[in-house]
Nanobody, 115 residues
Framework: QVQLVESGGGLVQPGGSLRLSCVAS????????MGWYRQAPGKQRELVAAITSDGSTNYRDSVKGRFTISRDNTKNTVYLQMNNLKPEDTAVYYC?????????WGQGTQVTVSS
């Protein structure tokens, strides 16, 4: 099964930035559309940003203009650059295939935006 390892989260003040990374174990990573999802306490997991196999991107309205998703197929890695972070961005962030996520989810990486 595919292994997904997220990293890069942390505690940041409002207005700050973080860059998340996700390494996938599959050798056919380049064929998949990938996405970053997040889940805040008491809320359902939601798709934040997605990137197709050929690099087209799509974003949730609440993060447009602040988040940028990218990928490096040579490293089987997808990134999420998050700027101008807000307290409502606080959540555990996960990467997975998008659409149609794999059954397996990684451990995620915690992002906390607080002063």
């Amino acid at each position: 099964q595919v292994q997904l390892v997220e990293s890069g989260g942390g505690l940041v003040q409002p207005g700050g930035s973080l860059r998340l990374s996700c390494v996938a174990s599959t050798t056919i990573f380049r064929l998949y559309g990938m996405g970053w999802y997040r889940q805040a306490p008491g809320k359902q997991r939601e798709l934040v940003a997605a990137i197709t196999s050929d690099g087209s991107t799509n974003y949730r309205d609440s993060v447009k203009g602040r988040f940028t998703i990218s990928r490096d197929n040579t490293k089987n890695t997808v990134y999420l650059q998050m700027n101008n972070l807000k307290p409502e961005d606080t959540a555990v962030y996960y990467c997975n295939r998008a659409p149609s996520p794999f059954t397996y989810w990684g451990q995620g990486t915690q992002v906390t935006v607080s002063s």
